[in-house]
């Protein structure tokens, strides 16, 4: 651009007569890129103070962290200079208490915002414009979004039973152009999951490409590949304290991977970029593990709970080994509805499976409450059928 056009844009800025015309363009694939459209009930409940609510949408904890998290929290800020100073550089601390809960080297392991922020490095590192990326899907959405960034073509692999693994349809897309292949395990939101021999199998097939494991669920399905890391320079496994630890508006995720993907990585990752209360608060939350195998227990029974009910009432529905389940009903955007006016937030999983929904699972406490809400709710909805077909 010209000086003098420069100026002319400046003095119209400054001016405030006429709107800046800037002759600015986003850059290559992101104009297209759909957003990821998050969709949380936490507007609604904080605005309705005066009643119990369940939030089961999110696949959050419904449970506090730790008491050894809130310890570690109040006496870090206590401290002096804790919050004017930037967190602890590459969250190294973590990383050697990661070493001993994952038993992959602290080395081949990076502490990242989230493990949102771990996939979209992966992206970043790895993914060229044109490079294809091989989904099965419905899978965890947000990851769209980072692939999409790189203005990659997202290969989406539907399978003959949305409720089984698909090994044949990810090979047979394998190609030339394969950069990513991105497994949730267990997958958001059908709880499918992929066994060690299958992932082998890809690893072996795709020695060009990165094999993303998206642990996220880890915990509460106690089954793990990231034992596979030593073997493999091609795989990625991601997990998060989000879910089981019951941190996630801390924003805490690690990435587990050889050390071509790490060094590689560390080259464009900023390692300032996790919050050092975030840090805090997983160390401290590593340090209280019975804390955590206590919630999966409750959670687990919750499930066979919830499996019990669901028979009961002949409905159609998955239990996952994750911390959800998926029900099925032919009503299913007014289900969510008159749920939702009871205090109980689902996720409506219609759009990526026909009458679906998800809905996390908590405590047995709390599941007990929530199968009374759905009894009472599902004879709302059988009046309403009653009244429709009248
Ligand atoms: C499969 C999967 N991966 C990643 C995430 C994001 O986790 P985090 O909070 O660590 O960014 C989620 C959150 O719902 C998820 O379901």
């Known amino acids: ?81 804790n919050l004017n100073w930037y967190p602890e550089i590459l969250s190294n601390s973590l990383r050697k208490k990661l070493e001993k809960y994952t038993n992959v080297p602290a080395e081949n392991i990076i502490v990242t915002n989230g493990s949102d922020d771990a996939l979209e490095l992966i992206n970043k590192v790895f993914v060229n414009h044109g490079d294809q990326i ?24 539907e399978s003959p039973d949305v409720f089984k693994t698909n090994l044949n349809g ?32 890809i690893l072996e097939f795709a020695p060009h490409a990165i094999l993303i494991v998206d642990e996220a669920y880890y915990e509460f399905a106690g089954i793990s590949m990231a034992h596979l890391v030593k073997e493999y320079s091609n795989l990625v496994v991601t997990r998060t304290f989000s879910k089981s630890f019951g941190l996630a508006a801390q924003r805490v995720g690690y990435l587990m991977a050889s050390s071509f993907i790490v060094e590689n990585c560390l080259k464009v990752f900023n390692p300032k970029s996790v ?44 239990i996952t080994p994750a911390n959800y389940v998926m029900v099925h009903h032919p009503m299913m955007p007014e289900l969510v509805k008159l749920l939702e006016v009871e205090g109980v937030y689902v996720r409506d999983r219609s759009g990526q499976l026909s009458n679906y929904m998800r809905m996390s699972v908590g405590t047995v406490e709390q599941t007990e409450e929530v199968i009374s809400i759905f009894d009472k709710v599902l004879d709302q909805l059988k009046k309403q059928e009653r009244e429709n077909l009248n």
């Open 275 to 318: 919050n050092r209360i975030g840090q805090i608060a997983a160390e401290a939350a590593l340090d209280d593990v019975e804390h955590l195998d206590a919630f999966v227990r409750s959670v687990t029974e919750s499930k066979r709970m919830l499996k019990r009910y669901f028979l009961s009432k002949g409905l159609d529905f998955k």
């Open 170 to 201: 990810i090979l047979s897309a394998i190609t030339d152009k394969t950069k990513l292949i991105y497994i949730v395990n267990p997958n958001n939101p059908t709880g499918v999951m992929y066994n060690e021999t299958q992932i082998r199998e």
């Open 134 to 157: 091989i989904v099965p899907i419905p899978t965890y959405t947000h990851f769209y979004v980072y692939a999409g960034q790189r203005n990659a073509e997202i290969l989406k692999i």
């Open 1 to 81: 651009m010209k000086l003098q056009n420069r100026l002319q844009t400046t003095e119209i800025i400054e001016s405030n007569k006429i709107e800046h015309r800037a002759t600015l363009k986003v850059a290559y694939g992101i104009e297209q890129l759909e957003p990821y459209k998050p969709t949380s009930s936490i507007n609604i409940i904080s605005q309705k103070t005066d009643m119990k609510h369940y939030k089961l949408d999110w696949n959050e904890a419904t449970i506090l962290p730790s008491p050894k998290v809130m310890k570690a929290i109040s006496e870090y800020l206590q401290g002096i200079n």
